[in-house]
C-alpha cells in the first residue's frame, strides 16, 4: 500500500476556525479561539495530553497510563506524528499572567485513507499496552469506510480539555469544528471511538451519529483476558458523521 498523500498543503499557516465567548453556570465570561495547533506549540501540545488526556481518559487510567514511561514515550510519539499533518486544533485562551496563550482544551487529528497507510504506520511502540489500546482503538473506526461509502476519513487520537476550563462545553465546541475541516480539506466524513460518558455526550450533540458499541468487559485477549480490568466505563461508543 502506498503512503497517504496530505490533505493540507505544506507550509501553509494555521488556520483560525472560530472565536467563541462562553459563560458558565457561575456566570464566568472566557474567550477562546479553535483553531489549527501551529508548530511551535507542538511540544506544550504533547503536554498538555500527556498532563489531561492520560489522566482522564477511561483506558489510559485504568492501564495507568501516565506513571508508565514506556506508555507516555509511545503515545507522545504518536501525537507528535499527528501534529505534523498541520490539522489538529486547540481551544486557546488569554493567559492572565501574560505570555503565550493557554491550551484550554484540543484534539489531535489525522486522516485515514482506504488502502493506504497512515502516517502511523511506521512507528513500532514499544510499550504492550498502548499498543494493544491504539489497535483495538484505530481499528473499530474502519467500520466508517463501509458505512459511509467513502475512500477517507478523519480521525482522532485524544480530545481533551484542562480541568480549569471545564464546564464551557468546549469539547462540544472543538467536536464541532470538524464540519469546517471536513469542507476545507475535503474529507466526507469522520470517526472516533469515544469511551466517556461525557465525551460521547458532547460528540452526539455535536452531531454524531452511533455506529457501534462494545462493553469494555468483552473486550478480551486470545485467552479471555481483559485488556482493561476494573475500567472506569461500561462501553465504547464509535462515533461517526458525515461532513461533506
Aim: charged share 25%; proline share 5%; aromatic share 10%.
Amino acid at each position: 500500500m502506498e503512503k497517504l498523500p496530505s490533505v493540507k498543503p505544506p507550509g501553509q499557516p494555521s488556520k483560525i476556525w472560530r472565536s467563541i465567548e462562553k459563560v458558565t453556570n457561575d456566570g464566568k465570561s472566557t474567550k477562546f479561539t479553535i483553531q489549527e495547533i501551529p508548530e511551535d506549540r507542538y511540544e506544550d501540545a504533547v503536554k498538555h495530553m500527556c498532563t489531561y488526556f492520560l489522566a482522564d481518559e477511561p483506558t489510559c487510567q485504568c492501564l495507568n497510563a501516565k506513571d508508565d514511561p514506556i506508555f507516555v514515550q509511545d503515545v507522545s510519539a504518536i501525537w507528535r506524528l499527528l501534529l505534523t499533518e498541520g490539522i489538529s486544533i486547540a481551544a486557546f485562551t488569554e493567559n492572565p499572567n501574560g505570555g503565550k496563550p493557554i491550551i484550554a482544551g484540543m484534539n489531535a487529528l489525522g486522516v485515514d485513507f482506504k488502502n493506504h497507510k497512515n502516517n502511523l504506520s511506521e512507528y513500532e511502540m514499544k510499550s504492550l499496552n498502548c499498543k494493544n489500546t491504539f489497535a483495538i482503538i484505530s481499528d473499530a473506526t474502519k467500520i466508517i469506510y463501509d458505512h459511509y461509502g467513502v475512500d477517507k476519513y478523519l480521525y482522532a487520537i485524544g480530545l481533551s480539555v484542562d480541568p480549569a476550563y471545564r464546564g464551557y462545553g468546549l469539547g462540544k465546541d472543538i467536536l464541532k469544528i470538524r464540519d469546517l475541516i471536513g469542507r476545507e480539506y475535503n474529507i466526507p466524513a469522520t470517526c472516533t471511538v469515544f469511551t466517556s460518558i461525557i465525551s460521547q455526550k458532547s460528540a452526539k450533540g455535536a452531531g454524531f451519529e452511533l455506529l457501534a458499541t462494545q462493553d469494555f468487559i468483552d473486550i478480551v485477549d486470545e485467552n479471555g483476558k481483559q485488556y482493561f480490568p476494573g475500567i472506569n466505563s461500561k462501553t465504547l461508543e464509535v462515533l461517526g458523521k458525515r461532513l461533506s
